[in-house]
């Protein structure tokens, strides 16, 4: 049995692996690349799509999904085993980004009309989409899949409602996917699984370098942004995922306005928005402790006094005329979406602020604005930037380092753990970390293939430190008793004492050998 990387090899985005067996061909996920390296999006497989017999699916996210309506249009039609609450979410993004991508090509042959260049077509159509859609086969959490002497069981992973981290039984190798793991303490989706067995553990590090904040911390810190951002008299600014994150975001501005009682315009200006709060309200469910609470109280955490979901573009246009307003839009790392036009009018204003609560990945316009970048290109325009940036990673659906090394210590059999999805220095930090702690590691390189056979089991137990014993003291003090009384030749106390003596020399040979 083998598995190729063709994706999130050294890098975040494009998860997307191949597990051949059993005379069987199938793919853990199919993703997008995100920020640098986006050409590769339109590249064809390196595979024949119609040879793979079905697809195994973590999450929604693009990064995990995005090129299953292209995997389509090319030939495949096995099943996809999916959560419902994924099946839901991907219908809504795909849809989404079958829009925007139909959008930036009629802009393109546009300009290549006026160009006389050639014009261009989309990676795939409508009827792509609806179709890979039509190939999804829900599961259910913790429940056996078996497809043709396959079995697996996808677990939830903590990381967005419907995520899952999958564990695959083929040929007597028991392979674990991390997909995207949250962290142990989630105030969204609870805590990842606990799996203390595999051959192979295929382990996310996206955060495999640092340590996210506190709840308390994050809180705090987002508190202060909002606070300072009123002050400005200007627009606060709020790239964000509209899975997950924008939820998050809604129930924490929901607990923030309820304590510092502003009353201003919020906007989630998303024309999916609406669509994907939908989803987790009907999956309420799934949530973590701290949202059950909210629920048992009567409260649904996702309603935001005072904020309008935004559809039309007209609708979005029209916040440019206001002074002063909290506006969330997609995409969470700038690379395309709404937010764009909104940074395009407030990004040269020292009165906005701009606050990123996500990661951004290399390439990407929210990664340049992160990393200090005086001016950029947006519609093909130079654009100062003179808004006030602000990171707050705390609310990350991403485990840090202390949460993937807790989840990797459950792992009592000597599995290999195969580093994927991080950048390529943050991956091999990562990776050392894990080989400190005697682990065996591999972190891949795109298109690299690893044979997976059956490895012997080893349990990992960890040592006890060692502690000076107390016993000599209290074999000393006995001693000390019997030789004060009549032991006589012969009768059971002797023979015990005796017993006794042999045990001690054999402890005493035990500690010159120590």
């Known amino acids: 049995m083998r598995i190729t990387f063709l994706g999130a090899a050294r890098e975040v985005t494009g998860s997307c692996y191949l597990i051949e067996g059993r005379n069987k061909r199938f793919l853990i996920d199919c993703g997008m690349v995100q920020g640098s390296g986006e050409e590769r999006n339109a590249a064809s497989f390196s595979f024949d799509p119609g040879s793979i017999d079905f697809l195994l699916l973590t999450h929604a ?171 400005s008299g200007g627009k606060v600014l709020i790239p964000s995922f509209v899975v997950d994150r924008a939820q998050r975001l809604i129930y924490e501005l929901s607990l923030l306005k309820n304590k510092m009682k502003f009353d201003f315009p919020i ?84 009165n906005t602020d701009l606050i990123f609560v996500g990661y951004q990945a290399r390439g990407t316009l929210g990664r340049l604005l992160v990393d200090g970048v005086k001016k950029v290109k947006l519609f093909g325009e130079e654009i100062s930037v003179k808004a006030k940036i602000n990171t707050i990673n705390g609310f990350s659906a991403h485990a840090d380092q202390d949460d993937l090394l807790k989840w990797s210590d459950y792992f009592q059999s000597n599995p290999t753990f195969i580093i994927t999805h991080g950048e390529e220095e943050i991956a091999e930090t990562f990776g050392r970390v894990l080989e400190k702690r005697g682990r065996a590691v591999i972190v891949p390189r795109l298109g690299d293939s690893i044979d997976l056979v059956k490895k012997e089991k080893k349990v990992c137990v960890s040592e006890a430190p060692a502690v000076e014993s107390p016993v000599v003291q209290e074999i000393s003090s006995k001693v000390k008793s019997l030789q004060e009384k009549k032991i006589y030749t012969g009768t059971d106390g002797d023979h015990l004492l005796r017993s006794a003596l042999l045990l001690i020399e054999e402890a005493e040979k035990a500690v010159m050998e120590e």
């Open 61 to 231: 996210h693009l990064d995990h999904s995005g090129r299953i309506p292209f995997l389509y249009k090319d030939g495949f039609r096995g099943k996809i085993f999916a959560t419902a609450p994924t099946i839901e979410l991907c219908e809504v993004l795909w849809l989404d980004m079958y829009k925007i991508m139909l959008e930036e090509t009629n802009r393109t042959n546009r300009k290549n009309l006026r160009a006389g260049r050639p014009s261009i077509e989309p990676l795939y159509t409508e009827e792509d989409v609806l179709g890979a859609l039509n190939l999804f086969e829900p599961v259910g959490y913790d429940e056996i899949v078996p497809v043709d002497n396959i079995e697996s069981v996808f677990r939830n992973a903590a990381h967005i409602i419907g995520a899952a981290t999958i564990e695959i039984w083929i040929d007597g190798v028991k392979l674990v996917f991390s997909g995207d793991l949250g962290p142990f303490y989630n105030v969204m989706e609870g805590s990842p699984p606990i799996i203390d067995e595999a051959d192979y553990v295929i382990l996310e590090s996206t955060y495999g370098n640092r340590r996210h904040k506190t709840l308390e911390e994050t809180r705090e810190e987002f508190e202060n942004a909002i606070r300072e951002a009123l002050k």
């Open 267 to 350: 906007f989630f200006d998303s024309p999916m928005g609406s669509k994907a709060t939908e989803i987790y309200q009907k999956y309420m469910g799934l949530m973590a402790g701290e949202i059950q609470k909210q629920i048992f109280q009567g409260h649904d955490p996702f309603v935001l006094p005072g904020m309008s979901y935004v559809s039309s573009p007209d609708e979005s246009r029209a916040i440019n005329q206001i002074e002063k307003a909290i506006v969330i839009a997609g995409s969470g790392m700038c690379n395309g979406g709404r937010i764009i036009h909104h940074l395009k009018h407030g990004l040269w204003k020292p």
